[in-house]
């Protein structure tokens, strides 16, 4: 009994740590799969990177309880459209975020639901903006995505779990964010090849420009990147 009793409370502490990073359906799916390895392994994945515009400039105008009180309103939006369109949240980065769509669970319109979440949170960045109504600056964000293979698993120890992924992938997901201006989304071509199809699907998408091949810090070779217009920029 109390091997079974320790058992149930050891299995319940991993789901409050997997709460961090997965939905509950993805917790349940991993579950069935059996006990939680520690580990990596190869998967191609969609990853995302969130970062809000001029955060910076105005926290220093703000309290810094104000600039929590701001955060915590726009990751409260934020974080459900990830789980709502099967993502993972693999770690919030000060005024950004990043989350990958693909992982654990394989996932073949990881790009599509990559891109449905960067267009739903602009919306939602849209709705709390009306919200403020003046009370603070219009914020701002630029999203960038890339897709292909990397690393990932839990890392840690069993009693402390971490998801996450590591790979070039995510180091050019990122650089790609860098780019991107005010309001725009930003996408590589192996996210293109993957979304193209099904554009009539996505909602609240207001148009694509295929932008000059650009050369990214750290490669010889110039890459070709997308831009996304959102309905509610």
């Known amino acids: 009994f109390l091997r079974l009793y320790y058992n149930k409370l050891n ?4 789901m409050i740590q997997l709460s961090r990073f997965f939905s509950k359906n993805v917790i349940g799916e991993i579950f069935k799969q059996g006990k939680l390895k520690l580990g990596g392994e190869k998967k191609q994945v969609a990853v995302v990177f969130v970062d809000l515009n001029g955060f910076t400039s105005l926290s ?11 955060l915590n309103h726009f990751f409260s939006r934020m974080i459900p459209l990830i789980f709502k369109n099967r993502g993972t949240l693999d770690k919030l980065l000060g005024d950004g975020i990043m989350a990958v769509f693909g992982t654990p669970l394989e996932d073949q319109s990881s790009c599509i639901n990559a891109v449905r979440t960067a267009l739903d949170m602009f919306s939602a960045l849209h709705a709390l903006n009306r919200e403020f109504k003046g009370d603070v600056k219009h914020l701002e964000m630029s999203i960038g995505i890339n897709y292909g293979e990397l690393v990932a698993g839990f890392m840690g120890s069993e009693e402390h779990l971490n998801y996450t992924v590591v790979g070039d992938t995510v180091n050019v997901a990122q650089r790609i964010e860098s780019l991107a201006g005010k309001n725009q989304i930003y996408i590589s071509s192996a996210v293109w090849e993957h979304i193209e199809p099904h554009l009539d699907s996505l909602d609240n998408l207001k148009g694509v420009e295929r932008l000059d091949d650009i050369k990214l810090k750290g490669k010889e070779k110039r890459v070709c990147l997308f831009q996304l217009e959102p309905e509610y920029s």
């Open 11 to 14: 299995e319940e502490k991993q």
């Open 60 to 70: 220093e105008k703000m309290k810094p309880e104000e600039v929590v009180t701001l």
